[in-house]
């Protein structure tokens, strides 16, 4: 930037009206952030005012020391010859200036796109929302036919993944998972034996509570209360990881290298969650139910072995099974979740925390969906 060797005295703006109707800026002094800087609008009266300008130029001969906040004034002044439809003459400000100036109107310009963006119609929202989801499910559809392409070749034993990292992922999404796991499970146990006792309580009928909180947990709670700590917790996990991976270009070295990273980085976390959620919706069921007979026991005066006894017998096998089976599709669906959208992780600082957030909010929303479909089949099969 321009600097005078000698000090100089404060900014100085005056206005020459030449006679070919040119409006003549003659810009003098030191233009600092620290010193009191003239408005534009001082330029807008001169737009404004009676003889109005054809065109702007500048003379910058007795500028001293500048900063950011020349380029902001002068950036101003030409957003409102622009908007005057005034011609605007740049050969007299400094050389450093004017390439200042270029760079920031080649730049995408991010102020004037949120301008824009408020006069955008209703129908240009709902096309680019539309748009948008028309490019995230196809960019859904072709990762999972990676991942589907990937397991068949892990069942042929031509997968490039590693035992070893299996067993990472394995421990990740298990044992580490139990503390919050078992206070969820019990505090929803135990939510639900009391909601059912304040009913049950009125008809003489609260040992249906353990029935209510036995059948709840086993076939439906248990297993979606497991997917959404575990898609806050894991789905979460594999999203910044897989992200951070992905802009420091790392998933793009292992396909360099000719390794695929779905098989590498996928299978591993996918396999885990397939793995580990069954075993988990069990300790859960477990968990949900010792909650049901802590407010059984401590509440309602029913002893341990009657509750116990009436849960055996309302819960079945299949509906044991049932509950796996939501358990073993949900660990699907928060697996793949995280991994697509750590795939999906454009460049930028804040890319990976917006990948965290979309691969948890898109895990729930496949959980709760998915719960909703499992109940109208299971309804229809009898289940």
């Not at 005078?4 to 703006?13: P, Y």
């Not at 622009?82 to 400094?94: K, N, Q, V, W």
């Amino acid at each position: 930037m321009q600097a005078s060797a000698s000090k100089t005295k404060r900014h100085e703006i005056r206005f020459n009206h030449l006679p070919n109707a040119t409006l003549m800026i003659e810009l003098a002094g030191s233009w600092r952030l620290s010193d009191a800087l003239p408005p534009a609008s001082e330029v807008e009266r001169q737009l404004e005012s009676n003889g109005r300008p054809r065109r702007v130029a500048f003379d910058a001969s007795q500028l001293g020391p500048w900063d950011t906040s020349l380029l902001a004034f002068v950036a101003r002044v030409i957003r409102l010859c622009a908007e005057h439809g005034i011609e605007i003459d740049r050969d007299g400000l400094p050389d450093g200036l004017k390439h200042l100036l270029e760079l920031t109107e080649n730049e995408p310009a991010h102020a004037a796109g949120e301008v824009s963006s408020d006069k955008r119609t209703v129908s240009d929202k709902v096309g680019e929302a539309a748009l948008r989801f028309f490019q995230n499910s196809l960019s859904l559809l072709n990762f999972t036919g990676l991942v589907v392409i990937a397991l068949a070749r892990l069942m042929t034993g031509r997968a490039r993944m590693r035992f070893a990292d299996l067993m990472v992922q394995v421990y990740g999404c298990s044992a580490q998972a139990l503390g919050i796991l078992s206070l969820i499970s019990f505090l929803v146990g135990t939510i639900l034996a009391f909601m059912g006792a304040v009913q049950l309580q009125q008809f003489g009928a609260a040992i249906f509570v353990a029935d209510l909180v036995g059948i709840g947990i086993a076939r439906d709670m248990g297993a979606m209360m497991t997917a959404i700590i575990m898609a806050g917790r894991t789905g979460a996990a594999y999203a910044a990881e897989l992200g951070a991976m992905k802009v420091s270009e790392e998933i793009d070295a292992l396909a360099t290298m000719g390794i695929s990273p779905v098989e590498f980085l996928v299978l591993p976390r996918l396999l885990a969650l397939v793995i580990m959620m069954p075993l988990l919706c069990l300790y859960a069921d477990f968990i949900g139910m010792l909650g049901g007979a802590a407010v059984a026991a401590g509440v309602l005066n029913i002893s341990l072995f009657s509750y116990f006894t009436r849960t055996a017998a309302a819960v079945t096998l299949s509906t044991f099974v049932g509950g796996l089976i939501k358990a073993t599709v949900y660990g699907v669906l928060v697996a793949m979740a995280g991994c697509w959208r750590g795939f999906e992780t454009q460049a930028g600082s804040s890319a990976v925390g917006e990948a965290t957030t979309a691969a948890v909010v898109d895990a729930i929303i496949w959980v709760v969906t998915a719960c909703g479909i499992f109940a109208v089949i299971f309804n229809l099969l009898h289940v």
